[in-house]
């Protein structure tokens, strides 16, 4: 049995809470398995509430912990919106290289939804696109340079707005970065059973970048001869999904459009609230909950668990745990179509007085084991 190194980050708002009780729950289905291994877990800060003792959402013994660890369970982080400090999974993904973003997003009967044969799986460049994070704002030297450049450059394509009301984002799309992309979603189908990959791009309007992104991914397609490959343009990849998700397996794409149609997948199959997620690279993984930290319900053992159990789930699978990590799924799609011991959320009424906390949630999975 082996023992695996795991970095439990505690997040802020109420990840504290599903922290808490995704460990419980992943810790079970371990103990509860036979031939399984066991956890050893390394707790450490970050978010809101350890910038203000430490000066850095992210202290750097935090991120040594996720480098030498087997892999990374996070909770919920509050990122600011519009000022403050930059978001602390942009940073982590950039720092360690974690290019793969996994989204399954999979329907449980219980969970109240308008579809019910829905099981995609979303991969999602991580670290390049228009999150590289290039931006040059209105009113500056820079963006006046840039503008001079592109005019002088193109001889067909002009910008016509003043540098002074003008801001610029860069979107770099790199060969070796797509490749590695579209390759990790075939790879995961391949090894999970999955039977297509559908690769999204705009490579009608955007030629040089997603067009980039579409010829390199229909290069990478033809090494896997046993998966099906097909291409579609985002937005009607976005009525696609609306109109019939069971015609889809495996969808990747770069970082902007895997952002927006991840949550939209998300969607399909309830929310958020039930929405695993993972952030992969060749040298470690971290797993999270999609959703973000409430503060408003900070200490209440008022939020729903089941997406942070659920990214344990895809952590026990990434660290050759499968059993386990079936064990525990098993449990929460239980307790979820039982619809007892589940959240308000969860429940047809949300003001219904049967609904119970966090902590008593991941109890009833445990129990389900």
């Given at each position: 049995?082996?023992?695996?190194?795991?970095?439990?980050?505690?997040?802020?708002?109420?990840?504290?809470?599903?922290?808490?009780?995704?460990?419980?729950?992943?810790?079970?289905?371990?103990?509860?398995?036979?031939?399984?291994?066991?956890?050893?877990?390394?707790?450490?800060?970050?978010?809101?509430?350890?910038?203000?003792?430490?000066?850095?959402?992210?202290?750097?013994?935090?991120?040594?912990?996720?480098?030498?660890?087997?892999?990374?369970?996070?909770?919920?982080?509050?990122?600011?919106?519009?000022?403050?400090?930059?978001?602390?999974?942009?940073?982590?993904?950039?720092?360690?290289d974690?290019?793969?973003?996994?989204?399954?997003?999979?329907?449980y009967?219980?969970?109240?939804?308008?579809?019910?044969?829905?099981?995609?799986?979303?991969?999602?460049?991580?670290?390049?696109?228009?999150y590289?994070?290039?931006?040059?704002?209105?009113?500056?030297?820079?963006?006046?340079?840039?503008?001079?450049?592109v005019?002088?450059?193109?001889?067909?394509?002009?910008?016509?707005?003043?540098?002074?009301?003008t801001?610029?984002?860069i979107?770099?799309?790199?060969v070796?970065?797509?490749?590695?992309?579209?390759r990790?979603?075939?790879?995961?189908?391949?090894?999970?059973?999955?039977?297509?990959v559908?690769?999204?791009?705009?490579?009608?309007?955007?030629k040089?970048?997603?067009?980039?992104?579409?010829?390199?991914?229909?290069?990478?397609?033809?090494?896997?001869?046993?998966?099906?490959?097909?291409?579609?343009?985002?937005?009607?990849?976005?009525?696609?999904?609306?109109?019939?998700?069971?015609?889809?397996?495996?969808?990747?794409?770069?970082?902007?459009?895997?952002?927006?149609?991840?949550?939209?997948?998300?969607?399909?199959?309830?929310?958020?609230?039930?929405?695993?997620?993972?952030?992969?690279?060749?040298?470690?993984?971290?797993?999270?909950?999609?959703?973000?930290?409430?503060?408003?319900?900070?200490?209440?053992?008022?939020?729903?668990?089941?997406?942070?159990?659920?990214?344990?789930k895809?952590?026990?699978?990434?660290?050759?745990?499968?059993?386990?990590?079936?064990?525990?799924?098993?449990?929460?799609?239980?307790?979820?179509?039982?619809?007892?011991?589940?959240t308000?959320?969860?429940?047809?009424?949300?003001?219904?007085?049967?609904?119970?906390?966090?902590s008593?949630?991941?109890?009833?999975?445990?129990?389900?084991?």
């Open positions: 049995m082996a023992t695996h190194t795991v970095t439990l980050i505690m997040g802020d708002g109420v990840g504290p809470e599903l922290a808490a009780a995704a460990r419980r729950c992943v810790d079970a289905a371990l103990e509860k398995t036979e031939g399984a291994g066991d956890i050893e877990w390394k707790l450490c800060d970050a978010g809101v509430d350890v910038m203000e003792s430490a000066g850095t959402p992210m202290p750097d013994e935090t991120i040594k912990s996720v480098r030498e660890t087997d892999a990374t369970l996070k909770a919920p982080i509050t990122t600011p919106i519009g000022k403050g400090f930059r978001s602390v999974n942009v940073l982590l993904r950039q720092t360690l974690l290019y793969a973003c996994l989204r399954p997003c999979k329907h009967k219980g969970v109240r939804t308008r579809y019910e044969d829905v099981d995609l799986v979303v991969v999602r460049e991580n670290v390049e696109d228009l590289a994070g290039v931006e040059f704002e209105k009113g500056t030297d820079q963006v006046s340079e840039l503008i001079e450049t005019n002088r450059l193109s001889t067909d394509k002009k910008v016509n707005t003043p540098a002074e009301t801001g610029i984002s979107k770099p799309i790199s070796q970065n797509t490749e590695r992309i579209v990790f979603a075939f790879d995961y189908a391949r090894e999970n059973g999955r039977k297509k559908t690769y999204v791009h705009k490579a009608n309007i955007m040089y970048t997603d067009g980039l992104f579409k010829s390199v991914a229909e290069k990478v397609a033809a090494d896997y001869p046993d998966i099906e490959g097909e291409e579609r343009l985002v937005d009607n990849m976005c009525m696609q999904l609306v109109q019939k998700p069971e015609l889809y397996d495996v969808i990747v794409l770069p970082n902007l459009y895997g952002d927006i149609l991840s949550d939209l997948c998300a969607g399909l199959v309830g929310g958020l609230g039930v929405a695993p997620g993972a952030n992969i690279g060749d040298n470690g993984a971290i797993f999270e909950a999609t959703h973000g930290s409430a503060p408003k319900y900070k200490g209440q053992n008022k939020v729903n668990p089941t997406a942070l159990i659920l990214s344990g895809l952590m026990l699978d990434y660290l050759h745990e499968r059993a386990a990590a079936a064990a525990l799924e098993k449990a929460v799609a239980g307790v979820i179509a039982a619809g007892e011991s589940v308000y959320d969860m429940k047809p009424d949300r003001d219904d007085p049967s609904a119970v906390g966090t008593e949630m991941a109890d009833a999975i445990i129990a389900a084991m």
